[in-house]
């Protein structure tokens, strides 16, 4: 994904079990972080077709 | 290797007429010139018709999907890769096949030869190493080395890796080209760039899903842009559905792919979406030492587990 113009922090992959509430939580916290640090994303929008 | 086509045309007549195949797979000449088209000879009075130059560079593994007779079938190098993944995907059996292997030094890139000239062409030779074009008031000669498709420039397995028999000696295989030279380039861009790289790429392509049609891998009864319930991807020219398309047509290719050609070659406006299904194969290369098609005795990557197999991206 990063190779067509994501950016890194934009997506992530982990792996939690359901038993692992503080790692969810802890990932979940970084994600957010991480994604908030990039701001909004400009690319892969699409437009909802304009009704008259 | 214009040469080659007594050898293929002697081999497929022998097989019809023992009948030890069905049909043979090969190539006849096309209606326009540098696109030979494949062609299913099923009789030994067809194989005149057969022909053998570098305009040949249509992947004829596509066309054995799920066939249950005996097939003939011609292939290059980067053709046997592709058999060899059919078979390990379980869309033919070796037993149902009679490879006839070419080694083979490269096609000609049409797309190269069309913008060189300008007007129609009507007529191409080969000769010596040699592409001589010809139209309406033109005639220029190119060095096939300059006109070679992409791919072939690059490709180091121009041998089949499988066969039942040869047309000529094995050819020597290219050891110092740098195959990913393109993917590199695109990573050392910045994110912006890289979005902006691929909306040039992909502006001019007009879903007409050539390349997929063309693709020995894209084999899938009902394709996930053709699929409307689901509906996965928007149908119309929007540049966000369109990548989506060839972003996602690439990643099934993962692991699959042979860097054959095909797809960039059956493009009507010339899109290099090579880069995509390239950078897919360095990963495989790199990540897990793995080259598709090379042999029948490995699961591919992506159908199996390892305890080492890198996991850095998992958080």
């Not at chain 1, 994600?31 to 009704?51: D, M, Q, S, W, Y």
């Not at chain 2, 007594?6 to 696109?35: A, C, H, Y």
């Not at chain 2, 054995?64 to 995907?89: F, M, P, Y």
């Not at chain 2, 009864?221 to 928007?234: A, I, K, L, Y």
Request: overall charge negative.
């Amino acid at each position: 994904m990063e190779f067509m113009g994501i950016e890194r922090d934009r997506l992530h992959l982990s792996w939690i079990s359901s038993a692992e509430a503080t790692k969810f939580v802890e990932v979940v916290n970084n994600v957010t972080e991480a994604v908030r640090a990039l701001g909004p994303n400009t690319h892969f929008i699409k437009n909802e077709a304009k009704v008259a | 290797m214009v040469g080659y086509i007594d050898k293929i045309k002697e081999i497929s007549e022998r097989l019809l007429k023992d009948g030890k195949v069905d049909m043979v797979i090969g190539f006849r000449k096309g209606t326009m010139p540098m696109m030979n088209e494949p062609h299913r000879v099923k009789s030994a009075d067809d194989v005149k018709n057969l022909v053998w130059d570098s305009n040949c560079g249509i992947n004829l593994a596509n066309y054995l999907t799920d066939r249950k007779e005996k097939i003939g079938i011609v292939a290059k190098g980067c053709d046997s890769r592709n058999i060899v993944t059919h078979i390990i995907e379980n869309k033919i059996d070796r037993d149902q096949l009679y490879i006839i292997g070419v080694p083979c030094k490269g096609m000609i890139d049409s797309h190269k030869i069309t913008n060189a000239v300008s007007g129609e062409i009507v007529d191409v030779v080969e000769s010596n190493g040699e592409v001589t074009v010809k139209g309406d008031g033109f005639e220029e000669t190119f060095n096939k080395a300059d006109v070679l498709q992409k791919n072939c420039a690059v490709c180091i397995h121009r041998n089949p890796v499988i066969y039942d028999e040869l047309v000529t000696d094995l050819v020597e295989e290219q050891a110092d080209v740098d195959r990913y030279e393109d993917v590199r380039e695109i990573e050392a861009m910045s994110t912006e760039e890289k979005h902006n790289f691929f909306d040039d790429l992909l502006a001019p392509c007009i879903r007409c899903y050539a390349c997929r049609n063309a693709c020995p891998l894209c084999y899938c009864p009902t394709c996930f842009v053709d699929e409307s319930r689901p509906q996965w991807v928007g149908k119309g020219d929007d540049p966000v559905d369109i990548k989506t398309f060839h972003f996602l047509r690439a990643y099934h290719c993962a692991g699959r792919c042979t860097d054959c050609g095909s797809c960039e070659r059956a493009c009507p406006v010339g899109i290099n979406m090579r880069l995509l299904t390239k950078k897919l194969e360095m990963d495989c290369l790199n990540l897990y030492g793995w080259e598709a098609g090379l042999t029948l005795d490995n699961r591919p990557p992506l159908d199996t587990y390892k305890p080492d197999d890198p996991e850095e991206f998992i958080k």
